[in-house]
């Protein structure tokens, strides 16, 4: 039996220098790492990918870090400050990052660093090529890594080489914007399958292929120079029962009923602090909300967690400027000697006190401008055992595809998702409950494992190589 090789930019651990420059391990961000270390520790084999700046950090202090990575079979991809800036913060997170997410206005006036992507993405590639055996099947993941198929099957013909997005992939008349359009195509192209959330993700991408580079394409697979490649839906889930339990747990029921204490109805978001999570238009709603309904002020309150992000990043910074500036307006409008509207936190949380705040809350906001899939949504339906609360979702997350019982919006249209919030607190118990079972059915019913599980099972049915069919 082959091993299973995840690549990614992110570890699900990242390494940093403490204090006096020790070694410490942090729970990395974001919904690939939280999401695949569930699948990565029941399938074995490794996982390769970034362990973080390492900047601070002695050559021994490095290699403690390599050896306790290793024991979690991590394989470190180390990068310097000038690939930081270039590959990561730049073309991916500055270039590739809003595109895909349908903020053209946001690329620079020079697309840049694709050069030092490309770079990156040749040492990936090498390093899973210097970790591979014969049988291994590999899976690579996300936007920062879209050249790594083609490089890989330059190295090994014979892989079985599978890819999947996190994020969208958007309407071909966006991605064609890119420089590097024909380029980035030709690299996921290397792969056997490639797999997204959606079943509107695939339709944008076999038309990009077929539009591009001339590939031939049908519903569920493209035809290419000779190869064939898989194309399949595979939406993301969560890690259901390990949410479902820590939300039973005492502990985590003690601190819900602590944060209820105080009586009055919680609305809730959860974010990472990025501009496609919608935090702004969110924001307006809730303003709006207090000014259609007076009766709310002092009667509820948003908790608004959102955790730093990409904090290199210029639009990342503005951001966070912007959104301290309209919690600060909301608050000196509303707020009372005894009441605050708004209770913003800017940081990570322990999952104890996550969970505990998804058992707490009356309605989650999960209103992304665009989203690939957005997992917060999912988490917060496996953390109600108690069958109770409302889940307000945008349209515009790849979890809408999948949760139509949620009340969804559009974050674009600000009164309305004041007026669905307001709907959120009113909706009555038995609508809540009906609409809360349903979603739990199939967050509790499709979770991480399975999805994982699916994807496996494609790649292992692939021919490999591609399957060199006859060239129309
Ligand atoms: C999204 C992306 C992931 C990324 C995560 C956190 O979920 O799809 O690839 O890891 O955000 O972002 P970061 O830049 O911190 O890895």
């Given at each position: 039996?082959?091993?299973?090789?995840?690549?990614?930019?992110?570890?699900?651990?990242?390494?940093?220098?403490?204090?006096?420059?020790?070694?410490?391990?942090?729970?990395?961000?974001?919904?690939?790492?939280?999401?695949?270390?569930?699948?990565?520790?029941?399938?074995?084999?490794?996982?390769?990918?970034?362990?973080?700046?390492?900047?601070?950090?002695?050559?021994?202090?490095?290699?403690?870090?390599?050896?306790?990575?290793?024991?979690?079979?991590?394989?470190?991809?180390?990068?310097?400050?000038?690939?930081?800036?270039?590959?990561?913060?730049?073309?991916?997170?500055?270039?590739?990052?809003?595109?895909?997410?349908?903020?053209?206005?946001?690329?620079?006036?020079?697309?840049?660093?694709?050069?030092?992507?490309?770079?990156?993405?040749?040492?990936?590639?090498?390093?899973?090529?210097?970790?591979?055996?014969?049988?291994?099947?590999?899976?690579?993941?996300?936007?920062?890594?879209?050249?790594?198929?083609?490089?890989?099957?330059?190295?090994?013909?014979?892989?079985?080489?599978?890819?999947?997005?996190?994020?969208?992939?958007?309407?071909?008349?966006?991605?064609?914007?890119?420089?590097?359009?024909?380029?980035?195509?030709?690299?996921?192209?290397?792969?056997?399958?490639?797999?997204?959330?959606?079943?509107?993700?695939?339709?944008?991408?076999?038309?990009?292929?077929?539009?591009?580079?001339?590939?031939?394409?049908?519903?569920?697979?493209?035809?290419?120079?000779?190869?064939?490649?898989?194309?399949?839906?595979?939406?993301?889930?969560?890690?259901?029962?390990?949410?479902?339990?820590?939300?039973?747990?005492?502990?985590?029921?003690?601190?819900?009923?602590?944060?209820?204490?105080?009586?009055?109805?919680?609305?809730?978001?959860?974010?990472?602090?990025?501009?496609?999570?919608?935090?702004?238009?969110?924001?307006?709603?809730?303003?709006?909300?207090?000014?259609?309904?007076?009766?709310?002020?002092?009667?509820?309150?948003?908790?608004?967690?959102?955790?730093?992000?990409?904090?290199?990043?210029?639009?990342?910074?503005?951001?966070?400027?912007?959104?301290?500036?309209?919690?600060?307006?909301?608050?000196?409008?509303?707020?009372?000697?005894?009441?605050?509207?708004?209770?913003?936190?800017?940081?990570?949380?322990?999952?104890?006190?996550?969970?505990?705040?998804?058992?707490?809350?009356?309605?989650?906001?999960?209103?992304?401008?665009?989203?690939?899939?957005?997992?917060?949504?999912?988490?917060?339906?496996?953390?109600?055992?108690?069958?109770?609360?409302?889940?307000?979702?945008?349209?515009?997350?790849?979890?809408?595809?999948?949760?139509?019982?949620?009340?969804?919006?559009?974050p674009y249209d600000v009164e309305h998702t004041a007026e669905v919030f307001h709907r959120a607190l009113t909706l009555p118990e038995d609508e809540r409950r009906t609409r809360m079972a349903l979603l739990r059915?199939?967050?509790?019913?499709?979770?991480?494992?399975?999805?994982?599980?699916?994807?496996?099972?494609?790649?292992?049915?692939?021919?490999?190589?591609?399957?060199?069919?006859?060239?129309?």
């Open positions: 039996m082959g091993r299973l090789l995840i690549v990614s930019n992110r570890l699900p651990v990242t390494v940093k220098a403490g204090r006096g420059g020790a070694v410490e391990i942090q729970l990395s961000t974001g919904g690939l790492a939280t999401g695949m270390k569930g699948p990565h520790e029941r399938l074995g084999g490794l996982w390769i990918g970034w362990p973080g700046d390492l900047e601070g950090l002695s050559a021994a202090a490095r290699d403690e870090a390599d050896a306790r990575l290793a024991e979690h079979r991590l394989v470190p991809v180390p990068l310097s400050a000038d690939e930081i800036a270039r590959y990561y913060e730049g073309y991916s997170n500055a270039i590739l990052w809003p595109l895909f997410h349908y903020s053209a206005a946001r690329l620079p006036p020079e697309v840049s660093g694709f050069d030092v992507y490309e770079r990156v993405n040749a040492r990936f590639a090498g390093a899973v090529a210097d970790q591979w055996r014969e049988g291994d099947l590999v899976w690579i993941h996300d936007y920062q890594l879209m050249l790594v198929p083609a490089m890989l099957r330059e190295r090994l013909p014979g892989a079985r080489i599978g890819f999947f997005l996190h994020i969208p992939f958007p309407s071909s008349e966006i991605f064609r914007l890119l420089p590097q359009r024909e380029r980035l195509l030709e690299g996921l192209l290397g792969a056997d399958l490639l797999g997204f959330h959606t079943s509107t993700f695939v339709r944008h991408f076999a038309s990009s292929a077929l539009r591009l580079v001339g590939a031939t394409t049908e519903v569920d697979r493209v035809r290419w120079r000779g190869r064939e490649v898989r194309l399949g839906v595979f939406p993301m889930g969560i890690d259901a029962a390990h949410f479902d339990a820590l939300a039973r747990s005492p502990e985590v029921e003690e601190r819900a009923r602590a944060h209820r204490a105080e009586g009055t109805p919680i609305l809730l978001g959860i974010d990472r602090l990025d501009y496609t999570k919608g935090i702004q238009r969110r924001l307006l709603a809730y303003e709006a909300l207090l000014r259609a309904h007076p009766e709310l002020r002092k009667k509820v309150r948003l908790v608004q967690v959102a955790v730093p992000s990409r904090e290199n990043v210029e639009a990342y910074r503005e951001l966070r400027d912007e959104v301290d500036a309209l919690v600060g307006r909301i608050h000196g409008e509303y707020a009372t000697p005894g009441w605050s509207p708004i209770h913003y936190l800017y940081r990570g949380l322990a999952p104890p006190d996550l969970v505990a705040l998804y058992r707490a809350a009356d309605a989650v906001l999960v209103t992304p401008l665009r989203d690939g899939m957005n997992l917060v949504a999912k988490e917060f339906v496996a953390a109600r055992p108690d069958g109770d609360g409302v889940l307000v979702l945008s349209e515009f997350a790849g979890a809408a595809a999948e949760l139509a019982e949620a009340l969804l919006v559009n059915e199939r967050v509790l019913g499709h979770d991480v494992h399975g999805w994982a599980r699916a994807f496996v099972a494609a790649l292992e049915q692939v021919e490999a190589a591609g399957g060199r069919v006859e060239t129309a």
